[in-house]
């Protein structure tokens, strides 16, 4: 099994920037593929950004140009530099795991993002 906590939420005014970071630990050998999602009150959880073991990232295009997906081995710790951030960014960022699975499998348990205008 794998458990992530995230950090590194908190309150920033649009156009500021914010760092979160994911930890793993556990069986994390397993992990083939990091991520970032979102959820926003009322909205379902949304993906934002991903990152596998080999380096390949992806982006929602909501936040492409402004977000960067980052880690050494795509394993322990991944980040999620966030710049020329947006009121509509304001969300509980969640980090996730694929960890011998196609599905994102582990979850942590979120960080609250604000942004204001």
């Known amino acids: 099994q794998v458990q992530l906590v995230e950090s590194g939420g908190g309150l920033v005014q649009a156009g500021g920037s914010l760092r979160l970071s994911c930890a793993a630990s556990g069986n994390i050998f397993s992990i083939n593929a990091m991520g970032w999602y979102r959820q926003a009150p009322g909205n379902q959880r949304e993906l934002v950004a991903t990152i596998t073991h080999g380096g390949s990232t992806n982006y929602a295009d909501s936040v492409k140009g402004r977000f960067t997906i980052s880690s050494d081995n795509a394993r322990n710790p991944v980040y999620l530099q966030m710049n020329s951030l947006k009121p509509e960014d304001t969300a509980v960022y969640y980090c996730?795991?694929?960890?011998?699975?196609?599905?994102?499998?582990?979850w942590g348990q979120g960080t609250q993002v604000t942004v204001s205008s």
């Open positions: 996730a795991a694929r960890a011998n699975s196609i599905s994102w499998n582990s």
